[in-house]
T-cell receptor
Framework: DTEVTQTPKHLVMGMTNKKSLKCEQH?????MYWYKQKAKKPPELMFV???????INESVPSRFSPECPNSSLLNLHLHALQPEDSALYLC???????????????FGPGTRLTVT | EDKVVQSPLSLVVHEGDTVTLNCSYE??????LLWYKQEKKAPTFLFML????IEKKSGRLSSILDKKELFSILNITATQTGDSAIYLC?????????FGDGTTLTVKP
């Protein structure tokens, strides 16, 4: 199984709502990532989890709160978002995050988020 | 600051043409360079390159890395309409990938 799944596929939320994005992989990968992708732009890294610990936070505003309950699951909790946060949120996983040779990432299909 | 630059930004060709996409980088602590293809949704992995001068091939796609000149190329021969996509280059540094802006390839019938 080389699949990364994400739910929901689409999400529309108001600026006062609280919602969560979910990501799951069953490849035994020990690194998981959240990316944000705006239209016609490359993915921008938000967070990296390695062995269930947050290892990189790319200065993401606190209205985005990641959580890694176990090695297969990654959540992104959203609260008080702004319209400019509307984007495609991609989850990815890789075997490891810190290796001599680098790693390939497997991406989920993404959650299309619209903040109204 | 780490930088990954892809060229051209967009390209329109006809079926059967051969294309070469470029990725140059200026980073510290280089680990590897990866190519991804992105259609409507998530990027899908194509190649990972860690050693200079060794070509990776998969069907009509091939890629090579030059660590001395700090660039990689992705070649697609006998292009098909299904090759239309955004091709992303990413450089892995310590624990994270930095992506280029991508090359949008359109293959016309």
């Amino acid at each position: 199984d080389t699949e990364v799944t994400q739910t929901p596929k689409h999400l529309v939320m108001g600026m006062t709502n609280k919602k969560s994005l979910k990501c799951e992989q069953h490849m035994g990968h020990r690194a998981m990532y959240w990316y944000k992708q705006k239209a016609k732009k490359p993915p921008e890294l938000m967070f990296v989890y390695s062995y269930e610990k947050l290892s990189i936070n790319e200065s993401v505003p606190s209205r985005f709160s990641p959580e890694c309950p176990n090695s297969s699951l990654l959540n992104l909790h959203l609260h008080a978002l702004q319209p400019e946060d509307s984007a495609l949120y991609l989850c990815a996983s890789s075997q490891e995050a810190w290796t001599v040779w680098g790693y390939e990432q497997y991406f989920g299909p993404g959650t299309r988020l619209t903040v109204t | 600051e780490d930088k990954v630059v892809q060229s051209p930004l967009s390209l329109v060709v006809h079926e059967g043409d051969t294309v070469t996409l470029n990725c140059s980088y200026e980073v510290t602590n280089f680990r590897s360079l990866l190519w991804y293809k992105q259609e409507k949704k998530a990027p899908t992995f194509l190649f990972m390159l860690t050693s200079s001068g060794i070509e990776k091939k998969s069907g009509r796609l091939s890629s090579i890395l030059d660590k001395k000149e700090l660039f990689s190329i992705l070649n697609i021969t006998a292009t098909q309409t299904g090759d239309s996509a955004i091709y992303l280059c990413a450089v892995v540094i310590q624990g994270k990938s930095t992506f280029g802006d991508g090359t949008t390839l359109t293959v016309k019938p």
